[in-house]
């Protein structure tokens, strides 16, 4: 799936959108250069999972914990050096646990992830700084076309 937003408050509700649709055990890898809109499109999945916290980048905490409708492990996994950082994390009790998991940089330790892991690739636009250009693979879920 492709999707086009003009602004941050877009990428927000389309984040709610999608976000609506996810279930305990779901992991959506973010992926996307540095402003590309990961945190920001986070925000809306968060809202749509009940998250009344204020959503940060948790670049320097590496995994930031909300408590909404169900547990939010917001990784951000930029400065690991790969798998092994990332078991010794402790990631696999969140992965496979009873919440959903975003992870920004996700590129980086794709391999550690489960194979039905939801891709989401941010762009910033070519013809606006504050537009990006959203692709979705591997969604799991029929219908995404009626509102929920």
Not at 11 to 37: C, E, N, P
Not at 61 to 78: A, R, T
Not at 133 to 141: A, K, T
Request: aromatic share 10%.
């Amino acid at each position: 799936m492709k999707f086009h937003t003009t602004s941050a408050d877009q990428t927000i509700a389309l984040g709610k959108r999608l976000g609506s649709f996810l279930k305990k055990g779901d992991v959506v890898a973010l992926q996307g250069s540095l402003a590309a809109g990961k945190t920001t499109i986070t925000k809306g999945f968060a809202q749509a999972l009940g998250v009344a916290d204020t959503i940060t980048s948790p670049t320097f905490c590496l995994i930031s914990e909300y408590q909404g409708k169900m547990p939010l492990y917001h990784f951000d996994v930029y400065r690991l050096q790969g798998a092994d950082d990332f078991a010794n994390l402790g990631a696999e009790d969140m992965i496979y646990g009873d919440g959903v998991c975003m992870l920004e940089w996700s590129e980086k330790i794709m391999d550690e992830l489960p194979k039905k892991t939801i891709i989401v690739r941010l762009e910033v636009a070519q013809d606006d700084a504050n537009a990006r250009d959203i692709f979705v693979e591997n969604w799991p879920y029929e219908n995404f076309g009626e509102e929920k």
